[in-house]
């Protein structure tokens, strides 16, 4: 969804609406009308947002779980599909009252080797 439609889109999917985001810089954000108004106008169209999970693992209760991968932020100009960015993330989902699966808690770092 990110690809599809912008990371801030599939966030807010995705999102509890009090869900934590620790950027890589600044202050967590708390809950999803502060993330809406911090990224208000910020979509950017000459990247693309993709994130691969490698781990995931679900409480036996079957209620939380959590999933661990890679991001990356490839270019996306005519001709560019070069990596601007990646690094690692971590995201704490929890089952909602509906089934569906929206994340609490999501942080991660820039890779320190770009």
Request: charged share 25%; proline share 4%; aromatic share 14%.
């Amino acid at each position: 969804m990110a690809a599809e439609e912008g990371r801030v889109t599939a966030f807010l999917a995705f999102m509890d609406e009090e869900a934590v985001i620790y950027p890589h810089q600044g202050e967590p954000v708390r809950g999803m009308i502060s993330f809406k108004t911090l990224n208000e106008g910020s979509e950017r169209g000459d990247f693309v947002f993709l994130s691969e999970p490698t781990f995931a693992m679900i409480a036996k209760s079957g209620e939380l779980g959590y999933t661990l991968g890679e991001y990356k932020l490839v270019g996306n100009e005519p001709g560019n599909g070069e990596i601007l960015q990646r690094g690692f993330y971590c995201t704490i989902w929890k089952k909602q009252a509906d089934g569906f699966w929206k994340f609490v808690f999501d942080g991660g770092n820039k890779n320190p080797l770009d």
